[in-house]
C-alpha cells in the first residue's frame, strides 16, 4: 500500500496510527480530519511534510471524501465523536459522524474499490457482569448501552452490509481501551494524570469497580496494520491485550506513580447507565494473523505516559480549563435531571 487515507488522523489513535505507519513503512499518508474540539493538528508535529498530509475537512462532505477516496489504495476509518459522557449529553454529532460520516466513506470506497478497514469500539457488545469469566468475541451478540456505542454498532453493520450487499473490500476491528500519549484530557486516564499535574484532585465515578480492558495505542497501532495487510475481507477481528483492571486500581496506580496518597481522589456522581465491564479475548488475531501486544505492563505503560504528559504541557493545557468546565456542566445537568425526575429515579 502507498498511499492510504486516515480518517480523524489528528485525534488520538489516528494520530498514533500515522506515526507508526510512519516509523514501519515506505506509505504515505493523507490525514482527513474536521479538527473538531477532539482533534489537534500539533498531534501530527514533527512528522514528514513529503509523506504527511493534512486535509481539514468532514467525513459527512460526500464531494471530499469522494475526490480523497479515488486518490488512495486504502481507507483506514478512525474519525468519530468518542466520548460516552458528551453522547448523554447531546447525541446528535455522534449519529452524524459516526453513521453518517462512515455511510459516506463506504459509498466512496464502493465507488472507486478501494480497500477500506473500519475502526470500531468492545462496547458495541455492551457490557458484562464483574464476576463473569466470559469475555467478547467476534461472535458476541450486539448489545450497546450509550448513545456513542450504539452509533458505533450502527455503523459496524453499515460496514457488513456493504460487503455483502455491494462487494465492499473491508475488514472491521473492535478494540478495548486505549490510553498512552496525545489522548485527550477528558478520557479517564489523562484526565486524572493532569488534574494531579495541575494540583488538582483526580475524579471517579461511583465507587470505582468497573473494569476497562487497557491496550497501549501502539499495540493497536500494530493490530490494525497487521489486518489492512493480511486479514481477511468481511472479517472482524477483536483487538485486546488481557489488560483488566478496575477504575479504582488504575488511578491507585497513577496516583502511586506520581507520589501521592492512594486516596487522594474525589468520589463523584456515577456516568448514567455506566458499563460495569469490557474484556477482549483476541485469540482469532493471535492465531490466524500471529500478532502480538508489545506493552502489557500496565504500570509500565502509565509510567511512560505520565512522562509524555509532564513533558507535553503544552499539547493538553490549552484544552484542560475548557474540559473541565464542560464536566462541570454536565454534572449540573444530571443533578436538574435527577431533581427533576424526583426521588424514586
Ligand atoms: P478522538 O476523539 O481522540 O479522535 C477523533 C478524531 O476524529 C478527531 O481528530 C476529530 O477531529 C475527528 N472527527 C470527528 N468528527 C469528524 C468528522 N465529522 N469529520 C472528520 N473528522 C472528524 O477519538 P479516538 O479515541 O482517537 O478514537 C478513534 C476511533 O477509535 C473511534 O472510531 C473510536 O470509536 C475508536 N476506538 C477508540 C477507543 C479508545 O479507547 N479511545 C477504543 C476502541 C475504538
Ligand atoms: O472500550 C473502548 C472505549 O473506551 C472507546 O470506544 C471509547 O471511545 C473510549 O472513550 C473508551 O470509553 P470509556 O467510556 O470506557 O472511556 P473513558 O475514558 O471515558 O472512561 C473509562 C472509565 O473511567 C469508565 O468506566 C468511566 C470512568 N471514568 C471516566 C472519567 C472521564 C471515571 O471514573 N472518571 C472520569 O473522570
Excluded at 115 to 142: C, W
Excluded at 180 to 197: A, C, D, M, S
Excluded at 238 to 253: C, H, M, P, S
Amino acid at each position: 500500500m502507498e498511499r492510504i487515507l486516515v480518517t480523524g488522523g489528528a485525534g488520538f489513535i489516528g494520530a498514533n496510527f500515522v506515526r507508526y505507519v510512519i516509523a514501519h513503512s515506505q506509505a504515505s499518508i493523507v490525514v482527513v480530519d474536521a479538527l473538531t474540539y477532539a482533534g489537534n493538528p500539533e498531534s501530527l508535529r514533527g512528522l514528514p511534510a513529503d509523506r504527511v498530509q493534512l486535509r481539514i475537512g468532514d467525513i459527512t462532505d460526500a464531494t471530499l471524501v469522494d475526490e480523497l477516496v479515488g486518490e488512495v489504495d486504502a481507507v483506514v476509518h478512525f474519525a468519530a465523536e468518542s466520548h460516552n459522557d458528551n453522547s448523554l449529553h447531546d447525541p446528535a454529532p455522534f449519529l452524524n459522524t459516526n453513521i453518517v460520516g462512515t455511510y459516506t466513506l463506504l459509498e466512496a470506497v464502493r465507488r472507486h474499490d478501494v480497500r477500506f478497514h473500519h475502526i470500531s469500539t468492545d462496547e458495541v457488545y455492551g457490557d458484562l457482569e464483574l464476576d463473569d469469566p466470559a469475555r467478547f468475541t467476534e461472535t458476541t451478540p450486539y448489545n450497546p448501552s450509550s448513545p456513542y456505542s450504539s452509533t458505533k454498532a450502527a455503523s459496524d453493520l453499515l460496514v457488513r452490509a456493504w460487503v455483502r450487499s455491494f462487494g465492499v473490500r473491508a475488514t472491521l476491528s473492535n478494540c478495548s481501551n486505549n490510553y498512552g500519549p496525545y489522548q485527550h484530557v477528558e478520557k479517564f486516564i489523562p484526565r486524572q494524570i493532569t488534574n494531579i499535574l495541575n494540583g488538582e484532585r483526580p475524579k471517579l465515578y461511583g465507587s470505582g469497580a468497573n473494569v476497562r480492558d487497557w491496550i497501549h495505542v501502539d499495540d493497536h497501532s500494530s493490530a490494525v496494520w497487521e489486518i489492512l495487510q493480511r486479514g481477511e475481507v468481511g472479517r472482524t477481528y477483536l483487538i485486546g491485550a488481557d489488560g483488566e483492571k478496575n477504575n479504582r486500581e488504575v488511578l491507585e496506580t497513577i496516583l502511586d506513580l506520581l507520589g501521592e496518597d492512594r486516596d487522594a481522589f474525589d468520589s463523584v456522581a456515577d456516568r448514567p447507565g455506566h458499563d460495569l465491564r469490557y474484556a477482549i479475548d483476541a485469540g482469532t488475531l493471535r492465531k490466524e494473523l500471529g500478532w502480538r501486544p508489545q506493552h502489557q505492563d500496565l504500570a509500565a505503560g502509565l509510567a511512560q505516559t505520565i512522562a509524555w504528559y509532564r513533558e507535553n504541557r503544552w499539547w493538553w493545557e490549552p484544552s484542560k480549563r475548557q474540559t473541565e468546565d464542560r464536566y462541570v456542566l454536565q454534572e449540573q445537568a444530571h443533578q436538574l435531571a435527577a431533581a427533576a425526575e424526583g426521588p424514586g429515579r
